[in-house]
């Protein structure tokens, strides 16, 4: 490539008026953009702020409803949701994740008849589910085992399915679970049930929050590390995507989002799915605090790095600040 010299290369040109560097501009941040994690709670007519997300709150079934349609207006076309199992039912087995009628279930069918437009994304994993707070079933040793977990997650996605989830998205990171679901969804006739993979999920400091709104923090026994993957490893997270795309993944994600934009970009260089990225709840309540410090502007902040996403390759982002974003952007 042959570039001019100074002056008759000037860049700072085409930066002087706004027309200009929106008709320069390489990305566009839009609504459509983004897919919005809403966290679920029994109870009826209920809000319940989540302190270490301030901002976000879980919502009862019956105000679900109301957000998915918010959801719509904004011109957000999906949204990811995530149950707090009461304590009760969290047991060894995990087995409420296979209740038909659970609360993940129940609320599914609920957006689905509220806002039908808006796309349904459910987590498959059973940290929700489990009395430890593990991804899958533990054996004496808090090992997880992987197979075996597996065939559960196989279950757990053919219950969203049939309550009416239009993407499944492993975030447990079984080995082989993805080719297992695509087969059972497959056996069962969910043909056009997407599978979107966290692919490469890294075993991060920055799910804190997260846990604290699925309830699963407190019962944590030990770390994720033996599944989730070191933070200090770039190559590895090609071969996770590259198998899950083999086994019939339809997007892949990379998680958590702005510490791993180097993964975003080297995935969006090698592969051609459609490359999501979770910015997590540990990253936006780090916008939060220094919004709230005064150390800087959350509007501006938001959409800086969200656009930092969409310049790395990502064809979406999971983010907590969906519906602010979305009104930013003037839907
Ligand atoms: C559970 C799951 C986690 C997140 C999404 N699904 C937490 C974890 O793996 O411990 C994190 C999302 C966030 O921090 O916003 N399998």
């Not at 019956?62 to 076309?77: F, K, T, V, Y």
């Not at 993979?197 to 590390?225: E, Q």
Request: proline share 5%; glycine share 8%; aromatic share 6%.
């Amino acid at each position: 490539m042959t570039s001019a010299a100074f002056p008759a290369a000037r860049l700072r040109r085409t930066r002087v008026s706004a027309w200009s560097r929106a008709l320069v501009r390489e990305t566009q941040l839009a609504p459509t953009d983004l897919i919005w994690p809403l966290f679920v709670a029994e109870g009826q007519d209920q809000e319940e702020p989540i302190g270490t997300l301030p901002g976000v709150s879980r919502w009862s079934v019956d105000r679900l409803a109301a957000r998915a349609r918010e959801a719509r207006d904004l011109g957000i076309p999906c949204i990811a949701l995530f149950p707090n199992t009461p304590r009760a039912l969290r047991t060894e087995d995990a087995r409420e994740a296979l209740n038909p009628d659970n609360l993940i279930c129940r609320a599914v069918k609920a957006v689905k008849d509220a806002a039908p437009e808006v796309g349904v994304l459910t987590d498959v994993a059973l940290d929700p589910y489990t009395a430890h707070g593990h991804d899958g079933i533990v054996d004496a040793r808090n090992y997880v085992l992987n197979d075996e977990t597996s065939r559960l997650l196989v279950q757990q996605a053919l219950v969203q399915a049939a309550a009416g989830a239009d993407i499944v998205a492993p975030s447990d990171m079984m080995d082989g679970r993805v080719g297992a679901i695509r087969q059972g969804l497959e056996a069962a006739g969910h043909v056009n049930v997407q599978i979107m993979a966290y692919a490469a999920k890294y075993a991060s400091a920055f799910y804190g929050p997260f846990r604290d709104a699925v309830g699963s923090g407190g019962l944590l026994k030990g770390d994720k590390k033996s599944y989730q993957m070191d933070p200090a490893n770039g190559r590895e997270a090609l071969r996770e995507v590259a198998l899950d795309i083999a086994e019939g993944a339809d997007h892949v994600m990379v998680k958590p989002g702005l510490p791993y934009l180097d993964i975003v970009a080297r995935v969006r260089d090698r592969f051609d799915v459609p490359v999501f990225a979770y910015q997590v709840s540990g990253e936006y309540a780090m916008i939060e605090a220094a919004a709230a410090a005064g150390a800087g502007d959350r509007d501006a902040l938001v959409l800086e790095t969200l656009t930092a996403f969409k310049r790395a390759g990502c064809a979406g982002i999971l983010t907590y600040h969906a519906p602010l974003a979305a009104r930013l952007l003037g839907a």
